[in-house]
């Protein structure tokens, strides 16, 4: 059974820095290599593709408006995935999620892929830019 945990959520000012964490535990075909990806979803609104990164290579992809202030990372040693969230503005107040597939991720969209694309995922953590 794998488990996806986020933290680092928080509330900052416009133009302010968050960086989100999500550990990967337990074992299972999404604990290995696999396509890991952030998500967000405001309220009244579809829970939207942020990034997704691909672990076997750290290959990496960005919705629009996260391309320039946004960066996903992964560290496999740690089981861990990282987007640090720069120039944030008030649009981008959501619950973020965490999720998590074996495989490589589908960048044949030119966009992460989709919420049916992730099999696992985490709670959420709330990111209020005010």
């Known amino acids: 059974h794998v488990q996806l945990v986020e933290s680092g959520g928080g509330s900052v000012r416009p133009g302010g820095s968050l960086t989100l964490s999500c550990a990967v535990s337990?074992?299972?075909?999404?604990?290995?290599?696999?396509?890991t990806g952030w998500f967000r979803q405001a309220p009244g609104q579809e829970r939207e593709g942020v990034a997704a990164?691909?672990?076997?290579?750290?290959?990496?992809i960005y919705d629009d408006n996260a391309k320039g202030r946004f960066t996903i990372s992964s560290d496999n040693a740690k089981r861990s995935v990282y987007l640090q969230m720069n120039d944030l503005r008030p649009e981008d107040t959501a619950m973020y999620y965490c999720?998590?597939?074996?495989?490589?991720?589908?960048?044949?969209?030119?966009?992460?892929?989709?919420?049916?694309?992730?099999?696992?995922w985490g709670q959420g953590t709330q990111v209020t830019v005010s």
């Open positions: 999720a998590a597939d074996p495989g490589v991720c589908d960048y044949s969209l030119a966009r992460p892929p989709t919420k049916y694309a992730f099999g696992y």
């Open positions: 990164i691909y672990s076997g290579d750290s290959s990496a």
């Open positions: 337990g074992n299972g075909d999404g604990s290995g290599y696999r396509c």
